[in-house]
């Protein structure tokens, strides 16, 4: 292994960094799968809210979670602001999903006619 400026690396060196970097791998597989599991979740709220017209979005439940997972990052000695970014990515595509849900609820699976 050379370096951008083809210095030669130390074996010790770049034997740490693949296992560093099969570690890293391993939890991001980890992560997608977990990301996997809890969108089975959220695509079976959004049927259950659909089903009783209920709205795609919670304002209140998302702020209990944004402040809950601010403070679970707090602990875990990550960036909160981070932590806050990822999850509102997170939900934004929840509630995609959920309106998408709701749309195909009162459309019968048949896309809106304009």
Do not use: W, Y
Request: glycine share 4%; proline share 6%.
């Amino acid at each position: 292994m050379t370096t951008s400026n083809n210095r030669e690396v130390d074996p010790e060196i770049r034997a740490e960094l693949g296992r560093l970097r099969e570690s890293i791998d391993n939890i991001d597989a980890a992560v997608v799968h977990m990301l996997a599991e809890r969108f089975k979740c959220t695509q079976q709220v959004g049927h259950l809210k659909a089903a009783h017209q209920l709205p795609p979005a919670d304002p209140g439940r998302e702020a209990q979670q944004i402040a809950r997972l601010r403070r679970l990052a707090e602990s875990a000695n990550l960036d909160p602001a981070f932590a806050e970014k990822l999850l509102n990515f997170i939900i934004a595509e929840v509630i995609r999903h959920h309106e998408r849900i709701a749309d195909d609820a009162v459309n019968g699976g048949k896309p809106p006619v304009n």
